[in-house]
Each structure stands twice: as C-alpha cells, then as structure tokens.
C-alpha cells in the first residue's frame, strides 16, 4: 500500500552538498528526508569506484569547512585522496552529525511535482511511497547521468562491459584479460594508468589527446596535518578569497607568460611538473587562460614533455593535444604518459581511425578489429542537464522541467539554483553551477545560501518563492555573456554539451570564477529576483 508522509523539505542525493543541506535543515529544527539512489553517503564517489580513482584536488580544500570540530577531529592520510578514503571521510561525518536517521537510502526519486493546490512538492519514489514537503532541493550533482558511446554493434559483444561510474562494488578482475578503455578524460586517464598494471593488455581508444598535469600522490606527513588544522580559520577565509577555491595554488607570477624568456618559463613549467601539483600550471602565469599566445606556451610545453617522455615516436605524436588548455577540464594524472610505454599498452587515436562497429570479439575501426575480453567506458557523463532533464520534474502546471528548458535549447535558471515556475525547489549541481570550481565548498555555499532563504521566508509568513522572469533572464544573460567572454567556447567538451552527439550546445555551467558567484549570491539576498506569496494567500489558494 502507498505509504504518504509529509516533511518540510525533501533532499535528493547524499553527496556532498546534499548531506552538507541535510545538516542544515536538521540544524534549524525542519523536518527533512533525504532520498539516496545508492547504498550509503557518498554520491560521486559511492558511485566512481574504477581502478585509480582519485581526487585531483588536495584533501585539504575537498572537505567541509563549516565546523573548526569537524575539521580538526579528521586526518587525511593523502594529499589526492583515493575514492575509497572520501567515502571513509563521508561516513565519519555522516555519523559525527548523526545524519543517518533523516537518509532513506536505496531509494530513488522517480519523480516531483509541485501541487498548487496543497503548495506542495509530490515526490514519488521507487519503493512505490509518496512523500510532500514544502521545500524540494535536488543535490544530484552535475555528472549523475553517465554517457556511452552509441557504437554500432555494442550489443554484440560477447565480453564484459563497464561504465566507470558504475564500476561493480566486488571489483572486476582484470587479471590476464585484455581490455579496451574508451576515454582519456580525468576519469580515463586514472583509470588506464591502473589498468595497465593488471591487464594482460590494454588497448586505449582516445578521441582527442589531452594534456595531463601531473599529480605527485603523496602521503601527508603529521606536521603537514597539524599545520593545517592550525590554521583552519585562515583556510577556510582563503578558499573562499581563491578563484576555484583552492588556495594552495596561488597565482606564482603576475604576469604575462609572454613576458618571461622561453627559457625561463620553460625552467618555471619544468619546475612545476617536476612538483607534481596538477591545477597549479594554471597559475604560473596571469594570462595563461586568457591569452592564446600565452596558452600555447604552456600547450607547447606539454608537448614537449610528452615527446621527452613516450618512447614510440608514433603513439607520441598520437597523445599530441592541440586544443586552447584548459578549455576542456584540466586533467591531474599519475604516470599517465609514461603507461604508454609498457609493453602491454597500445594506443588508438580515433580521429584517424574511427569505430565502425563493436563485434561479438571487440571494437572494430577503420584500420583493424581489435579483439578484447572487456571494455570500459571512461566516456563521461550527460553532465548538468542529463540528471535533471532525465527526471520527470513538474513545477507550475504541470509543466516539466525539461519542457521549460525546450530538452536543453533553452537554458535558464536563477543563480544556477532556482527556476521560474518552479517554487520552493533549489537545485544545488546541475544548469548554471560553476564549472571549475572545488565542489565542497561552492555546496557550502549555496546551501547556506538555502537555508538562510527557506529561514527568512519562514519567519516572514511565506509560502511560496520563486524566481522573476526578469531576473531569471537577466541571470542567464549575464551568464552567456562571462562565457562567450571566456575561453570555454574555443574548445569541445561537456562544459558546452559538445561532447555528445546531438546535444544542444550552450553555456551548462557558471563559466565565473568562485569569487563573482559569491558576490551574486550576496546581492541576491535581498530578494529583488524573487515573487514572494504569503503564507495566507497559499493558503487561500488551496481552500
Ligand atoms: P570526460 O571528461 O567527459 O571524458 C570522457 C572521455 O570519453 C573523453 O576522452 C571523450 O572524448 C571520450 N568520449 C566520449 N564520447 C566518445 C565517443 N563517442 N567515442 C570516443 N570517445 C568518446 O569524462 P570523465 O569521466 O573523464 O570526467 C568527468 C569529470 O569528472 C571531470 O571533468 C572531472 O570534473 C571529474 P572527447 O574529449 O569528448 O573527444
């Protein structure tokens, strides 16, 4: 029988942000239920278990920094924590908040819908229960819908095949079998240094070369640890004062890279490459994403690296990026380069030889049929729309969310967080939420931001708020105008939606910096963007 329960706020996902909302809510005293698809905590990482997985941002920053306690009573053991040691650290503050008892866990949200005539969202959910709660706050995440490539065939195969955000909790073994890797995004770079080492052979199959940081992974020492618990009120101000929030990259010279001879940006470049510490090249110099000649400084430089370190002139060539760096996601990678050296690596580049089709015995191009026990597809997400658009999401009038965004023509939303006809629902990952920057605390952010306004509306009698069409317009436009500005249009890459086929292109993220985001959301706060409707009126409207 369905069961119906009422709350006064209904979160969806136990990620990061999700659990970071939870806390909050619980914190002010509402009534609040969590819906988690998976098993335990952990969103992105509960999910993204293939082989290297990994944090390319240093432990320090990729945590809450809302509680001084919280903080100082955890120890990170690595610099780039492994997946399964964020997952320790979303358990242990999981439980240290005591949110366990507000998460419905394996259970997922099939559908919402905002009834006007209760002022209620309707989520409906796998177990066949209905749930209404005032206020509706999707914290999917950004990269919740994964992508595989639609190759003639697929279905054929005789082998295994794995998506790597689907990658099986008991592990897959891998020993004595010869695998394809279909990607060489963050995700495919990680996973085929790992693979290497355990396969019996490994076929890369890259569709556009990239250039891949690299990441020392070590240890962090006790005084490392100590000293950053020590200076926890001073880190928390810095990563909110940096660019992406992540203040152990600071800008190393203010100037152009132009201005430095090529021997001394080479010995600069040298000497960060030789540190390991991925995200920092992209502060070694104050235009080296604003500038293309200074970008194909650093590009020129990665190249070089690249033909110093791979041994076979070809497959060098074939890992040769071209596009502006940085308009694709940067990559931190361990050892990537050198994986293509083993002997039990080849590598195929796409853009020569195509697929044709997958056959029962492997992937065939253009050139030959590869024969494989196992493919992986490290081939991406659907990333910012897929998760939302894909849920049957109504607001006002039964309109559906994907409807209002004509299936992604046209984007927009207010603040990368609320959307006309829509009331009461937040979205915290997903349209309009920043490309770039370091995830917890730009989470933080918004849902402080959250919080303060379902607290404001609470104490001033209202019930419902929801975006203006001015505002909402004046938002996307200023949005589209940081991006055409930015250099994320020079390049292909999920950030525009241009990395699957057919999907419309446009700007998915908040293509600023953390700091101007901050200062939106601080003038936001007055409310000006917002129709208020009080309590009574609601109230009127569904007697
Ligand atoms: P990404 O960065 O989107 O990488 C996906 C990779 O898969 C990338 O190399 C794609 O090539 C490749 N791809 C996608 N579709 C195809 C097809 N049809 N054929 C061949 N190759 C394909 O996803 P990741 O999981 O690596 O990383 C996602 C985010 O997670 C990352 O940005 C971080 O924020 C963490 P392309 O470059 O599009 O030519």
Redesign the pocket.
Known sequence: MTKIQEFDAIVVGAGYSGMYMLHLLQKEGYSVRLFEAGGNVGGTWYWNRYPGARCDTPSEFYCYTFSEELYKDWSWFSLYPEQSEILDYLNYVVDKLDLRKDIQFNTRATSAEYDETINRWRIRTDDGNVTLAKYFIPAIGS?AAS?T?DIKGLESFEGEKYH?SKWPHEGVDLKGKRVGV???????VQAIAAIAKEAEHLTV????AQYAFPVKNPLLDPDEIKNMKDNFQELRGKIREHPIGMPSFPLVNDYSALDDSPEERNKLFEQLWQNGRGFQFLFAYNDLVTSDDANETLADFVRSKIKEIVKDPETAENLMPTFFVGG??PICATSYYETYNRENVSLVN?KKTP?VECTKKGLRTTEEEHELDMIVF????DAMTGALMNADIRGRNGILLREKWEDGNNLKTYLGMTNVEFPNMFTIGGVHFPLMINVPPVGEVLAEWIIDCIKYMDENGIGEIEATLEAEEAWTKELNEIGNESFYPKV???YTGA?IEGKPRGFLGHPGDFIIYQEQLAASRDYKGFKFIPLQDTAKKSS
């Open positions: 990269l992508h490539p790597t279909i990607g060489t995004g963050s995700t495919g199959f890259q569709r556009t694709k996601r796409l697929f490290a081939s991406g997400f292909d890459s999920w990395n």
